[in-house]
T-cell receptor, first 113, second 111 residues
């Protein structure tokens, strides 16, 4: 399965937008782009996913490049509760389960008050 | 929040002793997974289950066994714990290839 590349860490100020990048240059046409985040001392939680088009939900927006080789998770107004490690993961649309997901180290986001 | 409970939340044990971690779900999801998380590594899959009594190995299965006798319970056993198995263990569930829901984790220390 294809891997992703993310910056190790990023910093933001409270109430400002945050753009978390992810490179996935070897993405295949059948790979979904998933984002999870992990708050301190908790298990990861799902944030958003997309295939080709940009996606929005109550937590974030996902912007996918036209060639699909990169994507950006957008937090529109960062709060202190958004301080977490954010993971960008690819999942084959034909996969019947999640056993082949490759979890990297993600991006550790710090939010300053 | 998805109904996933891991027990115990914390465990300290000695090298060579058996340890069993429990994952309990109330979502009736078909798939259950055990991961470990260590500094410098992403989440690594230990074992997963695709149904009652149906399990398979993940990438770091050596030294671990699992059992699933009921849909809602997935047990991870360290037959003879070693210091290299000191880690945070997460259980997760999913319905097919959909969204993963994780438990709160078990911090295991093997002395």
């Amino acid at each position: 399965d294809a891997k992703t590349t993310q910056p190790n860490s990023m910093e933001s100020n409270e109430e400002e937008p945050v753009h978390l990048p992810c490179n996935h240059s070897t993405i295949s046409g059948t790979d979904y782009i998933h984002w999870y985040r992990q708050l301190p001392s908790q298990g990861p939680e799902y944030v958003i996913h997309g295939l080709t088009s940009n996606v929005n939900n109550r937590m974030a927006s996902l912007a996918i490049a036209e060639d699909r080789k990169s994507s950006t998770l957008i937090l529109h107004r960062a709060t202190l509760r958004d301080a977490a490690v954010y993971y960008c993961i690819l999942r084959d649309v034909g996969a019947g389960n999640n056993r082949k997901l490759i979890w990297g180290l993600g991006t550790s986001l710090a939010v300053n008050p | 929040d998805a109904g996933i409970t891991q027990s115990p939340r914390h465990k300290v044990t000695e090298t060579g002793t058996p340890v069993t971690l429990r994952c309990h779900q109330t979502e009736n999801h078909r798939y259950m997974y055990w991961y470990r998380q260590d500094p410098g590594h992403g989440l690594r899959l230990i074992h997963y289950s695709y149904g009652v009594k149906d399990t398979d190995k993940g990438e770091v299965s050596d030294g671990y066994s699992v059992s699933r006798s009921k849909t809602e319970d997935f047990l991870l056993t360290l037959e003879s714990a070693t210091s290299s198995q000191t880690s945070v263990y997460f259980c997760a569930i999913s319905e097919g290839g959909g969204e993963l829901f994780f438990g709160s984790g078990t911090q295991l220390s093997v002395l």
